[in-house]
């Protein structure tokens, strides 16, 4: 979280943003399920200007063996950017950041799958960001669920994910990557909007206590209205679009 | 190879034999190539092949380097790849592999062999500053032929880039506000032959690949002529299976030049 | 048509009752989808289901599997699943196959392609049964010469050095039908 200087004018006397967006206003989501042929299930989104790609195998055997669990299934998953993904080249080996949401964004999806039904096998997520933006991780995330939900892996809930912050002293939905650089905090909220359980919640900068609850609470109903788009994403390809 | 592949390999040579393949193509016919660029904007350049069912994202990336100490007066250029795990159940994630490695040395090769790329034009100081471009391959899905897909998306996204301008001020590069586009002197064009028994076929999908004895890839320029090759594959190639596959990457490539040439940034 | 994702609410536990697969109470009272389909209600006894649409290709109970044996050890074999009812599958997992209470010293070998009937999960385990008439092998090779055999009463013969083996054999061997190609 920067609060860096910056001419950026971040909200104007109108309360419209730096992209054009007002306070409450998600970027422009697209969602599509079952994109790749040779996994068992497959999602892309644009959210903003992140374009990711998510792959799921499994249930299947794990190897190396040790890592096996005899009572449940396990979750894996990688989270990777491409070298063209940012601004400078990216070397292709996992980073440290890369290697944090990944943990981040499987510890977020444990709580919606149910693989208890699959001892000694392993469900794997992997996440290709092919351009990055502010909040990749919650776009990632919302790929990632409705992934899994492509592959037919039994879950209690999708798990939607957006992010609320504060920018010149206001609370805004979905900090994009100007307003996470030059603004004042960043929380990136995971959460089954069925069940009302937050299963990722992150903060850089600095809320008080009011500001922190209203920042859930944005970042809740912004994932409210995601949670439709990943549904109608998953009705289009089983249904193709042919119910209500 | 497995005994399911061994039982595979005996259906398509039966199919051969009759001469068809599994997916009804002609020996000499590659898959419908479809093309799609500029779809990373944070990328100078940036393309999309799908070659039947495998699918390669390029992207390219330029920035101001240090030149390699025995080549000061021109610019750099490197090509990588990556088959992603989602491309493919088989692939784990980690550093690449030896088959890998080749790919990406392979597709590098016809691209620099060509001399697609006047790389003499990309310097910004002799020894000391020059230009650098880097072509990164990201395999989203597997079918076989990746040398051919990732070919021609690393060439159609340079094609369809744009080059940033640096001026040196003080020894340092400083960008300045207007764009060029890389100085491009032919259009390479890679075709695979995969040679399964006495058969040669061009553009071999997944199980023509697991099950081919050879193979050969052959890029070659604008004036039709043989740039760079490279044979793989356990099997051998006689002499004369040679000049007829250098004919046919000549031919099959000249058609699939045309595609590529719809993508070519001009000023 | 009544279409469900996860977490969807079905109905609270007091108006229908449901022991299907594709359902879980959430522990408030509401029975919710586990995924995508439609919701299936019988009024008559108060139960409810959900048809799945995306599917997970692990076997059921009864499935016909193909696969090649990874393992034999002293009264069992290990079977890595490649197609689930001739269709292939994209995640393997293996299966076990109890050899034991056969009269036979080989029911197959490593490297064998060997059709079997899934019994189902115990212990976390697929387990699968080789005494089913489609179940056996399919495909296998002289293990001396590795040249082609030939069935004979019990097991196979080799074509190429006449070396005789025991098999459990499937009356499908030598049937390549459930190879698909692109």
Not at chain 1, 39 to 59: H, M, R, T
Not at chain 1, 127 to 141: H, K, M, Y
Not at chain 1, 183 to 206: F, H, R, S
Not at chain 3, 37 to 48: E, V, Y
Request: hydrophobic share 40%; with cysteine; glycine share 6%.
């Amino acid at each position: 979280m920067g609060g860096a200087k910056t001419d950026i004018i971040l909200l104007n006397e109108s309360d419209i943003r730096c992209d054009g967006r007002k306070i409450d206003e998600l970027r422009k989501i697209i969602i599509k399920a079952g994109v790749l042929q040779n996994a068992n299930g497959s999602s892309y989104i644009e959210f903003g200007n992140n374009k990711i790609l998510v792959g799921v195998f499994g249930p299947r055997d794990v190897h190396p063996k040790h890592l096996a669990n005899t009572n449940t299934g396990i979750l894996r998953c990688r989270y990777h950017m491409s070298p063209f993904s940012v601004d400078e080249r990216k070397n292709p080996a996992p980073s440290r950041r890369e290697i944090e949401i990944s943990k981040v964004i499987k510890e977020a999806l444990e709580p919606s799958v149910i693989l208890k039904k699959f001892p000694r096998t392993v469900v794997d997520i992997f996440i290709e960001v092919l351009q990055a933006d502010g909040g990749s991780r919650c776009a990632a995330l919302n790929a990632a669920s409705v992934a899994l939900a492509d592959a037919g892996i039994p879950m209690r809930d999708l798990v939607s994910a957006c992010a609320a912050g504060k920018i010149a002293n206001s609370i805004v939905l979905d900090v994009n990557n100007e307003e996470d650089q030059f603004g004042q905090a960043d929380m990136p909220v995971g959460y089954m909007p069925n069940l009302e359980k937050i299963t990722l919640i992150q903060l850089d900068g600095i809320l008080t206590h009011n500001e922190y609850a209203t920042c859930i609470d944005v970042a809740i109903q912004g994932c409210k209205t995601i949670y439709q788009i990943q549904k109608k994403a998953l009705i289009d390809k089983f249904f193709q679009g042919d119910i209500k | 190879m497995t005994i399911l592949d061994e039982l595979k390999k005996h259906k398509i040579l039966e199919l051969l034999k009759n001469e068809k393949r599994i997916d009804g193509r002609n020996f000499l016919e590659p898959r419908s190539i479809l093309i799609e660029t500029d779809l990373i904007q944070k990328a100078n350049g940036s393309a999309r092949v799908d070659l039947g069912y495998t699918s390669v994202i390029a992207g390219v990336k330029i920035q101001p380097d240090k030149p390699f100490p025995d080549l000061g007066d021109k610019g750099i250029f490197i090509c990588t790849a990556e088959i992603l795990p989602l491309a493919h159940p088989d692939i784990e994630p980690g550093p690449p592999g030896e088959d890998v490695i080749e790919l990406a040395r392979v597709v590098d090769r016809g691209i620099r062999e060509t001399n697609m790329i006047d790389l003499s034009k990309l310097v910004l100081e002799k020894d000391k500053s020059v230009i650098g471009i880097f072509v990164d391959n990201c395999i989203t899905d597997y079918d076989g032929n990746l040398f051919d897909a990732c070919s021609y998306a690393a060439t159609a996204a340079i094609l369809s880039s744009d080059l940033p301008v640096w001026e040196l001020k003080n020894d340092q590069p400083v960008l300045l506000d207007k764009r060029s586009i890389i100085p491009i002197s032919t259009i390479p064009v890679s075709v695979t032959v995969g040679l399964i028994d006495s058969y040669l076929i061009v553009d071999p999908n997944a199980d023509e690949w697991k099950c081919m004895d050879a193979r050969i890839t052959i890029t070659s320029n604008s004036e039709g002529n043989v740039c760079a090759l490279q044979k793989g594959g356990y099997g051998s190639f006689t002499y004369d299976q040679l000049l007829e596959c250098s004919k046919i990457a000549i031919s099959v490539g000249s058609k699939i030049r045309k595609i590529l040439k719809q993508h070519k940034k001009s000023k | 048509m009544n279409v469900v994702c996860p977490g969807d609410k079905l109905s609270c536990i007091e108006e229908y009752e449901s022991n299907d697969n594709n359902t879980f109470d959430d522990n408030n009272g509401i029975i919710r989808s586990t995924t995508i389909g439609t919701k299936c209600i019988n009024k008559k006894d108060h139960t409810l289901k959900v048809k799945s649409i995306s599917n997970i290709s692990l076997p059921k109970m009864d499935d016909v599997v193909i696969g090649v044996v990874v393992s034999v050890v002293s009264s069992m074999i290990i079977v890595s699943i490649e197609y689930v009812n001739n269709n292939k599958v994209n995640s393997k997992i293996e299966c076990v196959c109890s050899t034991r209470g056969t009269h036979k010293k080989t029911m197959a070998l490593v490297d064998d392609v060997i059709a079997l009937k899934i019994l189902g999960y115990k212990n976390g385990t697929i387990h699968a049964s080789i005494n089913d008439p489609d179940a056996g092998v399919l495909f296998t090779r002289c293990k001396k010469c590795s040249g082609d055999v030939i069935t004979i009463k019990d097991g196979i013969k080799c074509i190429n050095c006449t070396w005789m083996d025991d098999r459990k054999i499937s009356r499908n061997f030598g049937n390549t039908g459930f190879i698909k190609l692109s």
